[in-house]
């Protein structure tokens, strides 16, 4: 028997709630939020409470997906981010850096959303940054 | 107090009558669930009182049901407070956990968090710390009773007003075992709307939790509205006990009128 209750921080959104995850056997069961947590202080939202069913849900992506001759086909890392430059790339060169636009996410952490805002203004050269928090 | 249940616990790991100990643990600067399993490593046990009593408590009662879906034959000791010991006492009746496989050490609850809670008998039959106190009356429920039934129907649409419907109250309660919910029955609360229907929402987890819930109070502090639950469903356990002589978890054995008249032959 193999029963651990693990600390962690919620990926929903950028509020930072602390809940454990209830892990049985490697399956993980259950979310309980943390009492203790000065951020959420034992409490959650609907999203916050189902984190231990989107973890191992079957349907969610868990490598990188390329359409190819129109259907979605799973790539190596490489090639998929090989595909990305070259194609951001050819756009920058034909017809400039505006025509592009960065949406970030709440999901990210901070450094991942400032890393991303400053690829799309110092690699890119495009002010094209948004954010599904400024709905 | 500590120690006490400590040297407890370990006694009872280190003769091998319990799989595991399911208690709290401070660790990483937070308390939370944690399964004790080696007698010689309960340092970070402790009972859940971090900055005033009782602060830091969890439905250990749901995470023992988990385990003992899963390993039947296992007996697991778990900490208890009153209101814990009465979860066990129902979940029993509701053959949710077998008496058997349960080993309570008990802990008493200070006067303060008796008050706090309204808890009307603030200990289990058996601890091995804290000091017995007197239980205290229902307060809050006296409180809304002296005022006249339409302001009281206003005063609780008000309250279920600020509901969010994170269903954190169905998740958190210790007693909340079923496998379909009512709350999720679209005939009666359809999934996906928001702000939940009112007071058709509230009042169906009422109803479910007379004669089960346990007044542990969990719901109330899982709330992120602070909706006072935990007044209305200890207003609902009066209304079973002047009906039908029974709250939850008080007397061994003794099942819920609820279950009784749902069995054939029974009117």
Same mark, same amino acid.
Request: with cysteine.
């Given at each position: ?9 919620? %990926?929903?959104?950028?509020? =930072? ?8 056997? =490697? ?16 409490? $959650? ?7 231990? *069913? ?18 979605? &086909? *799973? ?5 998929? $981010? ?14 400039? =850096? ?12 901070? &450094? *991942? ?23 | 107090?500590?120690? &006490? ?10 003769? !091998? ?22 007698? =010689? ?32 034959? +296992? %007996? ?22 077998? /008496? ?9 609850? /200070? ?10 008998? /603030? ?47 169905? +998740? ?31 009042? %169906? ?9 346990? +007044? ?7 709330? /992120? ?15 079973? +006990? ?22 054939? !032959?029974?009117?």
């Amino acid at each position: 028997m193999d029963y651990r209750t693990a600390l962690t921080t919620c %990926t929903y959104c950028g509020c =930072g709630c602390n809940l454990y995850l209830e892990v049985l056997d =490697g399956q993980i069961i259950d979310t309980i939020p943390c009492k203790t947590s000065p951020v959420n202080e034992g409490k $959650l939202c609907i999203k916050g409470w189902n984190v231990h *069913e989107f973890v191992q849900s079957p349907n969610r992506l868990t490598r990188p997906l390329l359409r190819k001759e129109g259907t979605f &086909e *799973e790539v190596s890392w490489d090639e998929a $981010l090989e595909f990305t430059a070259s194609k951001l790339r050819d756009i920058k060169e034909g017809y400039g =850096g505006d025509s592009i636009g960065f949406l970030t996410s709440a999901k990210a952490t901070n &450094e *991942e959303n400032y890393l991303l805002q400053k690829f799309a203004r110092a690699a890119l050269g495009t002010n094209n940054v948004d954010h599904c928090a400024r709905l | 107090m500590i120690k &006490e249940v400590k040297k407890r616990v370990k006694e009872l790991l280190d003769s !091998g009558k319990i799989t595991g100990f399911l208690g709290l643990r401070d660790m990483n600067g937070h308390v939370g669930p944690h399964l004790f399993c080696d007698g =010689g490593d309960l340092e970070a046990l402790v009972l859940g009182d971090r900055e005033r009593p009782g602060d830091s408590r969890y439905p250990l009662n749901k995470q023992l049901i988990h385990l003992a879906r899963s390993y039947p034959e +296992d %007996t697991f000791g778990v900490l208890v407070r009153g209101c814990d010991e009465r979860g066990l006492k129902t979940l029993s009746t509701w053959n949710q956990l077998h /008496p058997d496989k349960v080993v309570p050490v008990g802990i008493a609850c /200070p006067q303060e968090l008796a008050e706090a809670c309204e808890c009307l008998r /603030p200990y289990p039959d058996e601890f091995v710390c804290g000091e017995k106190v007197e239980g205290c009356p229902y307060d809050s429920v006296a409180q809304l009773d002296g005022i006249d039934l339409a302001a009281r129907f206003d005063h609780w649409m008000r309250e279920f007003e600020k509901c969010i419907k994170c269903y954190g109250c169905r +998740d958190i309660c210790p007693m909340c075992f079923c496998k379909e919910c009512s709350l999720e029955s679209n005939e009666l609360i359809r999934t996906g709307d928001i702000p939940p229907e009112m007071p058709l929402f509230h009042l %169906t987890r009422a109803v479910h939790m007379a004669g089960r819930c346990i +007044d542990c109070g969990l719901c109330n502090e899982a709330c /992120p509205a602070d909706i006072p639950l935990r007044t209305l469903y200890k207003k609902v356990a009066d209304i079973i +006990d002047e009906e039908f002589h029974y709250r939850p978890g008080y007397v061994a054995d003794q099942k819920s009128p609820l279950n009784i008249l749902s069995q054939p !032959g029974v009117e």
